[in-house]
């Protein structure tokens, strides 16, 4: 398109851009180069006045947290890793020992390591299903050579290159044997690195009314290369004992090259005297599966069905095609065209854990409780009775849960039908990814079930 200006007609918009309007911001283009449309001129224009960000794409979201037990609490994370949309959850303290199995979460993977006297302690990290990553210890060797110090560490590929996340927890020093120094040196050299984990050391750099302690003076000393993503004025404990200090033991530590990329910040949902760290990152992860999903066949408009295929194959005829081949992938053609346009597909969703409204009161309740500064002793009491109620209707709903199952568990239902609610009561997300294939046979199974149907044009 042509466009007639002051300066005289026949002018084109390149010609225009680059004589007059583009010579400003372009002044850092290397020499020969120039905008070429209205377009580019304008994102230029935008991204140069320093408030907007440059395509921030979808985000990882990572939450740490000391969870201090996690036996009971199973039900209230998984309501908030659902609500919140939690790709990685690095927990400590998860006080499991050998002969506890390992808790399950819909839609995530877990890698766990236990504290090896089977008191106290513990790590565990959720993985959402689907994100492309490999349990990685390498690079923590030396640290996996010490008795006090537990780590899991995971590497994934992301947008942004190769992400390291490390999962640590090191004991209070009264916990530790006397004289015990942990070095954490060797991980200054990693790059992307995003540390994170209760390392129970105290410096003002990362909470600015705690005091230093040895460990804390002893971290800044060896990490001196890697940015603190915490917040100073944000503590990350609050004591259940109102005459205790609020404290920020847990740390989120990254290589500068993640830091630009990283927001903090503090939620106090959780039942748990620390409070949860969450890291949203401007990069999206590497995935190896796609969203499950399923086409709608038993609620299909099939007269529309009908229509739209006969109208395709209103001239079709073999005899048209080079080869019978040729025919029959046409034919597929028009039955997968009109599959995609007339069955309306939907997403497999996850098993909810989400509470009733009554119990999501109680929640936001607590939260504000949480969030006070100061907490006097009626405070307290009233945030441990809203623990126990919540715990109560959580298990008041499992229960409902149980025995609704148990009630259609009898003497008439199928053999298969009974294990396949015991292994959905073992694991809600027990599900066949679908697949080209699988979609395929169940039209199939579809087209053979209403085939005695007779019909009607």
């Known amino acids: 398109m042509w466009f007639t200006f002051s300066g005289g007609a026949g002018y084109s918009p390149k010609r225009y851009l680059k004589r007059t309007i583009c010579s400003p911001p372009t002044r850092g283009l290397p020499p020969g180069r120039h905008l070429l449309n209205v377009g580019t001129y304008y994102r230029l224009l935008l991204l140069t006045s320093g408030d907007v960000e440059q395509n921030p794409g979808p985000k990882l979201t990572i939450q740490c947290l000391n969870i201090d037990g996690i036996r009971g609490k199973t039900a209230e994370l998984a309501s908030f890793l659902e609500e919140n949309r939690i790709d990685i959850c690095l927990l400590q303290e998860t006080k499991l020992s050998k002969r506890i199995p390992t808790p399950l979460f819909a839609g995530y993977d877990a890698l766990r390591c236990d504290r090896e006297s089977e008191h106290g302690g513990g790590l565990l990290t959720l993985i959402k299903r689907g994100i492309k990553y490999f349990e990685n210890p390498l690079p923590y060797t030396s640290l996996k050579k010490d008795s006090n110090t537990e780590i899991i560490g995971i590497s994934l590929m992301t947008s942004y290159g190769r992400l390291e996340i490390a999962n640590v927890y090191v004991p209070p020093p009264g916990s530790c044997k006397k004289g015990y120094r942990f070095d954490l040196s060797s991980l200054d050299k990693l790059d992307n690195l995003l540390l994170c984990g209760d390392l129970n050391a105290k410096h003002p750099a990362w909470f600015r009314y705690q005091t230093a302690d040895a460990r804390g003076n002893l971290l800044i000393s060896q990490l001196q290369k890697l940015i603190i993503l915490n917040n100073p004025k944000k503590n990350t404990r609050t004591p259940y004992n109102s005459k205790d200090t609020r404290t920020s033991p847990d740390l989120s530590i990254c290589s ?202």
């Open 256 to 457: 500068p090259r993640l830091s630009p990329i990283i927001k903090w910040s503090v939620r106090y949902d959780l039942r748990s005297d620390h409070h949860s760290m969450i890291m949203r990152m401007n990069c999206s992860p590497h995935l190896i599966l796609k969203p499950n999903y399923f086409y709608d066949y038993e609620n299909a408009d099939w007269n529309a069905f009908a229509n739209y295929v006969d109208s395709r194959l209103q001239n079709f005829h073999p005899k048209n095609f080079s080869s019978l081949d040729r025919a029959v992938e046409s034919f597929n053609k028009t039955i997968i065209d009109a599959r995609n346009l007339i069955i309306r597909r939907a997403c497999i969703r996850s098993g909810s854990s989400k509470y009733d409204s009554r119990t999501k009161k109680l929640i936001r309740e607590r939260t504000s409780l949480k969030k006070r500064k100061y907490r006097p002793k009626v405070i307290i009491d009233r945030i441990r009775a809203l623990n126990m109620l919540i715990t109560n209707n959580t298990n008041q709903v499992q229960r409902k849960k149980l025995s609704r199952i148990s009630r259609a568990m009898n003497k008439q239902a199928s053999i298969s039908a009974m294990w396949t609610m015991l292994r959905r009561l073992k694991n809600p997300d027990e599900r066949k990814t679908e697949t080209y294939q699988l979609n395929l046979n169940n039209f199939m199974k579809h087209c053979v079930k209403i085939s005695h149907i007779p019909y009607k044009k």
